[in-house]
Every structure is written in C-alpha cells, then in structure tokens.
T-cell receptor, first 111, second 115 residues
C-alpha cells in the first residue's frame, strides 16, 4: 500500500462546478496535511495546509480532514479553467521531518 | 520578499559526470528540503536540513548523492558519476521550521538531463 494515494485522473468538471479531490494516507499517526497545485512545467505551489479534523476554508478552497478514516480532501468551488492543473496531496509522517507526496490528481475545468 | 531560488534552471550533462545544484531558500527559513520529481510522479523526498545539519537524509538513493548547507542558508546538492536514471526535476523547498503545520515553499526546480 502506498503511503499517500490519489486518483491520477483526469477529473473533468464544467466551469462553475465544485471539484472534489481526494487523498488517503496509510500512517495513522500523520499530523499535517498539505495540498499543492502544480501547473505543467512548473513547481508545486502551496494552496492549503490542515492538521485538525474538520474543514478549513480559504476563499474558493476548502480542505477537509478525517483522521479516523485517514482521508483528506480538497474542494474547489466555482471552478475556473485556470484551476486546471495537477493537485498534489502531501503528508508529514509521524515523528519524522519527511513529507510524502501522492502522485497527484489532474484536474481539467472545461469552459 | 524573494522566494526560493534554484540554479541552474536546466542542466544537461553526460553519463559519469559530476553535477552541483544550488538552492537559495527564503530569507530566515531554517528548514530546507530537497526533492526529486520524475514525470507523472509526486516529489520524492531526498534530504532535510535544519540549520546546517542534515536532520534526515534517508531519501538519498545512494552514496552518489550528497548535500551540504555549510552556513545554514544556501544548499548544494551534489551528484557524482551521474546516471541516465538521475534525470529528473530536482526541487528545493524551505520552511520556517517553527510554524505548525510546517508549510514548505518550493523553488522553480532544476531540470537535470543525463545523456
């Protein structure tokens, strides 16, 4: 089992819809979780971080964390074509300084 | 302020050669990370520095890879006897090392091609 798993996609949503991106992780003691956006040929850009169970909202983005289910998600409201990118989930492993990334989900927002 | 910078942006070398990749973190950031990213994959952890010392180098694939951060700021990733399989984008990230969660910010990366 991979430490951090994401569906590679592509996930296609129409403009204005809600995009839902999901990530599961295997280390139950993981403490911090991050979502990055990566455009083709560019480096990852931090969108949000979360470490408490529940929801965290920032503009059109909402991160959701459920530690019991070992699941973290990112919702993008009012999706725009400019949101089309690969979204990477990263997890800080318990007791380490390591951050493990998933392979990313490619999102396509259709105009 | 300035973000993380990396040089060179592209490096083409021949199999067996030595290369150095440089990272200049965000000013004041004590934590520095090196990652390697291959096409279609997420960044793969290589090494983490807190200050001048390598706190975790468990991701370095073998002894051909080495990294230093002598003054606790700029870091250099060194690869000896390069192999074609070393071709990837090498990413550097820095963080304050004190905030919770410890958010990392990436540089633009160095694309290494080993011919």
């Amino acid at each position: 089992q991979k430490e951090v798993e994401q569906n590679s996609g592509p996930l296609s949503v129409p403009e204005g819809a809600i995009a839902s991106l999901n990530c599961t992780y295997s280390d139950r003691g993981s403490q911090s979780f991050f979502w990055y956006r990566q455009y083709s040929g560019k480096s990852p850009e931090l969108i949000m971080s979360i470490y408490s169970n529940g929801d965290k909202e920032d503009g059109r983005f909402t991160a959701q964390l459920n530690k019991a289910s070992q699941y973290v998600s990112l919702l993008i409201r009012d999706s725009q074509p400019s949101d089309s990118a690969t979204y990477l989930c990263a997890v800080n492993l318990r007791g380490t300084y390591k951050y493990i990334f998933g392979t990313g989900t490619r999102l396509k927002v259709l105009a | 302020g300035a973000g993380v910078s990396q040089t060179p942006s592209n490096k083409v070398t021949e199999k067996g050669k030595y290369v150095e990749l440089r990272c200049d973190p965000i000013s004041g950031h004590t934590a520095l990370y090196w990652y390697r990213q291959s096409l279609g994959q997420g960044p793969e952890f290589l090494i983490y520095f807190q200050g001048t010392g390598a706190a975790d180098d468990s991701g370095l694939p073998n002894d051909r890879f080495f990294a230093v951060r002598p003054e606790g700021s700029v870091s250099t990733l060194k690869i000896q006897r390069t192999e074609r399989g070393d071709s990837a984008v090498y990413l550097c990230a820095s963080s304050s090392g004190t905030s919770r969660p410890n958010e990392q910010f990436f540089g633009p990366g160095t694309r290494l091609t080993v011919l």
